[in-house]
């Protein structure tokens, strides 16, 4: 059974057909009925119609930018080699999550 107000349903176009086109209505799927999104979540990666990855870009950037400036706090008590450290698993971690499990784990329907 599909949790109808946690599933959507997106169609994946190019940026520049989806510009010529218009995408209404619901979709059927083993019996519950989803309306179309823009964009949709998955694990943690935020994907929409035209696949830019801006949204998830900018969250990414937001996530690191919060995390730096936190790291600011303990800088003093960590030596320099330590602090590099953490700086760079903060951003190599979050760059690297859902790196390819989130393509993977995505499926189209034709109609």
């Known amino acids: 059974m599909l949790n109808s107000s946690k599933t959507k349903a997106v169609v994946f176009i190019t940026a520049s057909r989806l510009r010529s086109v218009y995408i209404s209505g619901r979709v059927k799927v083993t019996g519950t009925s989803l309306q179309f999104s823009d964009r949709v979540e ?34 003093p008590r ?3 080699d330590a602090a590099k450290s953490v700086a760079v698993n903060i951003v190599c971690a979050r760059l690297d999550y859902c790196n390819s499990s989130a393509t993977s784990t995505v499926f189209s329907i034709e109609l």
């Open 42 to 75: 998955l694990l943690g990666v935020e994907l929409d119609q035209a696949l830019t990855m801006d949204r998830h870009v900018s969250s990414i950037v937001s996530f690191c930018n919060f995390h730096m400036r936190a790291l600011r706090r303990i800088r």
């Open 78 to 80: 960590l030596t320099l």
